[in-house]
């Protein structure tokens, strides 16, 4: 399970790029993006790039909300500044990247540019420098060029075009994005024969190849096991389904037959309906506190996601004040950096609640964050676009964090024998 749950998390995070999460269930096809085809003339660029912003500042609640926009507007200006002259769509998706990350909502952003490869490279990032890897273990060796670009450049890059809601995924995209060939390519670094040379701090160059990546078609379900007196839910994907429910029905009947401890598992899981994660808490004669929103109303809103008008915005405010624990069972719920959006959505009900415990690494997601998306289609590009809507504010109003940190940190890979654990020590 362990080596399986490496592989998820990295492959997860190298298609970040992609849609796979916000196109769950969605008819939208984008565009295939090549770097030499689809030449955009100057006309059809500035119409798309017009289209482009139309669609966020007439959707997105940060502009409602926010005071200080001076990131975004900059953004702007450089967006406008790179899209005055005919392009290739690989070059005017780029473009785009860049701007549509200003919102720092990972929700909202541009469709998979296609035909992603990383190089195999083994290495991770920490305390500013990604370190080689070696027989399973860390050396002292770091990165200092790729492609002969040196890394700082690569981060920049990095940090431009790929959404970092806070600093567990600036650094999550750090350490993945600096293999991917499509920031590469960006940076300018050289490749020959798909094999990129790589220099370390000790002045050494390795050689590299390139890996294609593809999504798998292998299905992702949840399950549920015991270990000794521990029930474990191995939570991979936010769905309500028949699969679900047979999980909660046997994790209600654990409790009901005295089962005291638990581990909801959520590392990996990039969300879904929250609902789902509700009927887990339920199983266990739990209540979630109540999470706020602001919706902001548009056009395009009422077309795609049913709300009553076309303009205006409408905040709840969250509250902790329904919430129940279940002080017979001792729960703790296991995050990673891939936890998104509803599985998110679960860590904090937890910790704002009082439900139990999480053991893990920092979300990647805010507590406080943007989501329910709006498609859009570029006109000439053909490139599409998500748009969030909404705004999720956490229970616990006085909580402003823009990470939500385990109770007790460890790896993804070591989170699991970490939980059981604290719990055998009970």
């Excluded at 050396?139 to 806070?166: H, Q, R």
Aim: hydrophobic fraction near 35%; aromatic fraction near 8%; charge should be negative.
């Amino acid at each position: 399970m362990k080596f399986w749950r490496f592989k998820k998390k990295w492959i997860e995070a190298v298609l970040a790029f992609a849609m796979t999460a916000v196109l769950a269930g969605c008819a939208w096809q984008g565009t295939a993006i090549s770097e030499e085809g689809g030449l955009l003339t100057k006309t059809q660029v500035e119409e798309d790039r017009k289209q482009a912003i139309q669609y966020v500042e007439d959707v997105h609640p940060f502009f409602e909300l926010e005071e200080d926009q001076s990131e975004y507007k900059e953004a702007k200006k450089a967006y406008i500044s790179q899209t005055q002259s005919g392009m290739t769509v690989w070059e005017f998706w780029g473009a785009t990247a860049e701007y549509m990350s200003s919102l720092r909502d990972a929700h909202t952003r541009i469709q998979d540019p296609g035909g992603i490869k990383v190089l195999d490279i083994p290495a991770s990032y920490e305390n500013g420098k990604s370190y080689l890897w070696e027989n399973g273990k860390r050396t002292g060796l770091y990165v200092e060029k790729v492609g002969g670009v040196d890394v700082e450049k690569i981060y920049e890059k990095i940090d431009k075009m790929i959404v970092a809601e806070n600093a567990a995924a600036e650094e999550q995209n750090r350490e993945k994005y600096l293999a991917v060939n499509t920031i590469l390519k960006f940076c300018g670094a050289v490749s020959k024969n798909d094999q990129v040379e790589v220099e370390f701090s000790d002045g050494t160059k390795r050689i590299y190849s390139f890996m294609e990546v593809g999504r798998s078609t292998e299905e992702v379900t949840n399950n549920c096991f015991t270990e000794g007196d521990i029930f474990v839910v191995d939570f991979n994907t936010c769905e309500v389904d028949q699969k679900l429910e047979e999980i909660a029905v046997k994790l209600e009947e654990a409790v009901e037959n005295g089962c005291t401890k638990v581990i909801i598992d959520v590392r990996g899981n990039p969300g879904g309906d929250s609902n789902a994660c509700l009927r887990i808490l339920e199983a266990m004669g739990m209540r979630e506190p109540y999470y706020g929103s602001v919706i902001r109303f548009s056009k395009e809103a009422k077309e795609q996601g049913g709300v009553p008008i076309d303009h205006g915005i409408i905040e709840t405010k969250g509250s902790t004040l329904m919430a129940k624990a279940n002080e017979d069972v001792q729960l703790i719920v296991l995050s990673d950096h891939i936890t998104f959006s509803s599985a998110t959505m679960l860590c904090v009900w937890v910790r704002d609640g009082k439900l139990g415990k999480i053991v893990g690494e920092p979300s990647t997601n805010k507590p406080n964050s943007y989501g329910d998306i709006l498609m859009f289609q570029l006109e000439n590009s053909g490139l599409v676009m998500s748009v969030s809507y909404k705004k999720f504010t956490r229970p616990d109003s006085s909580n402003n964090e823009d990470m939500l940190v385990p109770d007790v940190q460890t790896s993804s890979e070591d989170a699991y024998d970490k939980a059981v654990e604290l719990l055998n020590q009970q």
